[in-house]
């Protein structure tokens, strides 16, 4: 099991850009949870899916949006990007939405926005 | 609001001393506490975790109520204890199950 998964690894693109990110699962979840890690901070939680469905919303604007597939496996869409979203962007996934399940991460995304 | 809190950047311990990275916390209830940590290229992984009571690789956390702190400590520093800390927390009801996490403590352990 190759664990959680994401691509690209690495992007770069253009203020007022769109932007999909993708993420898989490690095998047995069904959990998909976003973040986004500034440089030199903590990751901050943007979303969290679950039965397709998004189920808890962290402070990030309506710009950034997100979907999950029959196969548990995920997407983050940021429109107009701004300058400020250059960030890595981290998917973890867990057995189910309780706490008591561990998130396990992916490697992440490296965004640059120029 | 949820918030977590560590103060120190940067730590730097000689091997051999003891350890001990500071964390405060600000939440409405009763929260679950956990420690991540990600060693060098490697991915961010959980360390431990306040309900499970464990000791992972010699470090113990205590989760101190009236404090609102969850220190992560360990008696005797390795090598392979440097790496990027952060602590984070959950709610435990329904609705609430999102990590936050603080800014991490970069530990550096001295040969």
């Known amino acids: 099991d190759a664990g959680v998964t994401q691509s690209p690894t690495h992007l770069i693109k253009t203020r007022g850009q769109q932007v999909t990110l993708r993420c898989s699962p490690k095998s047995g979840h069904d959990t998909v949870s976003w973040y986004q890690q500034a440089l030199g901070q903590g990751p901050q939680f943007i979303f969290q899916?679950?039965?397709?469905?998004?189920?808890q919303r962290g402070n990030f604007p309506d710009r950034f949006s997100g979907h999950q597939f029959p196969n548990y496996s995920s997407e983050l869409n940021v429109n107009a990007l701004l300058l400020g979203d250059s960030a890595l962007y981290l998917c973890?996934?867990?057995?189910?939405?309780?706490?008591?399940?561990?998130?396990?991460f992916g490697p992440g995304t490296r965004l640059t926005v120029t | 609001a949820q918030r977590v809190t560590q103060p120190e950047k940067l730590l730097s311990v000689f091997k051999g001393a003891p350890v001990e990275l500071k964390c405060n916390y600000s939440?409405?209830?009763?929260?679950?506490l956990f420690w991540y940590v990600q060693y060098s290229r490697q991915r961010l992984q959980l360390l431990l975790r306040h309900i499970s009571r464990e000791s992972i690789k010699g470090f113990t956390a205590d989760l101190n109520k009236g404090e609102t702190s969850f220190h992560l400590k360990k008696p005797f520093a390795q090598e392979e204890d440097s790496a990027m800390y952060y602590c984070a927390l959950s709610g435990l009801k329904v609705g609430n199950e999102k990590l936050t996490f603080g800014t991490g403590t970069r530990l550096t352990i001295i040969p």
């Open positions: 899916y679950y039965e397709e469905e998004e189920r």
């Open positions: 973890a996934s867990s057995q189910g939405l309780s706490a008591s399940y561990e998130q396990y």
């Open positions: 939440y409405s209830g009763s929260p679950e």
